[in-house]
C-alpha cells in the first residue's frame, strides 16, 4: 500500500521560508515522478512543482520559479518543497504526490498517489 506523508506546513508572514517534506512507502520511489500540487479556497488544484525518478529534471509552475525548489533523496524516500519569499496568494494546503511515470509531468493524471495535505498559511 502506497502512502505519502506530508508535513512542514505552518502559518508564516510574507517575505518568510518554510520547506515542505513528503515521506513515501509501498513502492519503489526513485523510479517515480514526484510532484507538488495546491488549493487555494474555492480554487481547483494547481500545479506547483514537479521532479523526475532521478532528481535530475524539475518543472516548476510560472508562479513559483525562481521562489521555490524542488528536491528528493531516493535514500530517504522523500521529496521536499523549499518555499522562500513567500507571498499570501501562496496560502493553500499543499499535496505530494506520486505518478505513474519516471519524467516530469504537470498534468493531475498522471499522478496516481496522493497524501493528506498540509496547510500553507501566508499573512500579509
Known amino acids: 500500500q502506497v502512502q505519502l506523508v506530508e508535513s512542514g506546513g505552518g502559518l508564516v508572514q510574507a517575505g518568510a521560508s518554510l520547506k515542505l517534506s513528503c515521506a513515501a512507502s509501498?513502492?519503489?520511489?526513485?523510479?517515480?515522478?514526484m510532484g507538488w500540487f495546491r488549493q487555494a479556497p474555492g480554487k481547483e488544484r494547481e500545479f506547483v512543482a514537479a521532479?523526475?525518478?532521478?532528481?535530475?529534471?524539475?518543472v516548476y509552475a510560472d508562479s513559483v520559479k525562481g521562489r521555490f525548489t524542488i528536491s528528493r533523496d531516493n535514500a530517504k524516500n522523500t521529496v521536499y518543497l523549499q518555499m522562500n519569499s513567500l507571498k499570501p496568494e501562496d496560502t493553500a494546503v499543499y499535496y505530494c504526490?506520486?505518478?505513474?511515470?519516471?519524467?516530469?509531468?504537470?498534468?493531475?493524471?498522471?499522478?496516481?498517489?496522493w497524501g493528506q495535505g498540509t496547510q500553507v498559511t501566508v499573512s500579509s
Open positions: 509501498g513502492r519503489t520511489f526513485s523510479s517515480y515522478v
Open positions: 504526490a506520486s505518478g505513474n511515470r519516471a519524467y516530469v509531468v504537470l498534468k493531475e493524471y498522471a499522478y496516481v498517489y
Open positions: 521532479i523526475s525518478g532521478s532528481g535530475s529534471s524539475t
